[in-house]
């Protein structure tokens, strides 16, 4: 404890982008929920930025107001906002949410699951900020039990099962050498080299550089058996070993 009766420290937070092109405030509830229903102990109350950079025509602020609204109300909690530097709205001071810089992060767009197709004017993406001292691998022996979170700065090496609704996160590979049911997210600052082992793939989410598939979509490649996620081509592969 330091004289000031605290401490500040920096962390690792998965933060969700919610990337609009095209303002539908319907479409973007609809998708949302989609995504939601699909993975729900992922998006409960996740941290979610809104941006609005490469949106193809301009936003008032009461629809950006809304919005923020609409996207609280699924249950995200909206940390801030991002939007094209060189055009900032005229608005940009009356927000009740913080303008934030751009990401250090590589944000790459989140792939399709087998079951749905990605909505033209709304790309959800997953985005761990930069840290920047980087370090050995990191082996856990024990389970990984719901609700925990683990991360290594290098690669991630978990000696047994990772259950459902706990999350892994590693700047390098992540390997599960038991059932994978929770959420892995490798290469979490933009690695597109990262790839994830597992023994039995049950996972809910899996990551690779921001790129995800849900659960679904797993369902119809491989399951309950050994495989490897890679990217290939911005796209995940899932491979059996």
Known sequence: MTDSGFRLKGSVVTTVLLEVQVFSLDDIVF???????????????????????KMKRG???????????????LGLG??????????????????TI?????????????????????????????????????????????PIRSGQQVYAEGDLIILAQVSAGAEVLADGNIHVYG??????????????????FCKSMEAELVSIAG???????LQNIVWKDSAQVLL??????????
Do not use: Y
């Not at 399709?112 to 840290?131: H, M």
């Open 179 to 196: 059932a994978l049911r929770g959420r892995a997210l490798a290469g979490v600052k933009g690695d597109v080299d990262a790839r994830i």
């Open 232 to 241: 290939v081509d911005d796209s995940l592969e899932i491979v059996p070993l």
């Open 59 to 73: 936003i008032i602020l009461d629809e950006f107001e809304t919005l923020i609204q609409s996207v609280s109300a």
């Open 31 to 53: 998708h949302l929920k989609e995504k939601i229903e699909q993975v729900p102990h992922f998006f409960h109350q996740a941290p979610i930025i809104i941006d609005i950079s």
């Open 78 to 95: 909206v940390i801030g906002w991002r939007c094209d530097p060189d055009n900032l709205p005229a608005w940009k001071s009356s927000v």
């Open 98 to 142: 913080p303008l934030l810089p751009a990401s250090k992060a590589r944000s790459i767009n989140a792939a399709p699951t087998v079951k749905e197709e990605a909505s033209p004017d709304v790309v959800v993406k997953t985005v761990v900020e930069e840290r920047l001292v980087p370090q050995a691998t990191k082996v856990i022996t024990k």
């Open 211 to 217: 790129n995800f598939m849900l659960s679904d979509a």
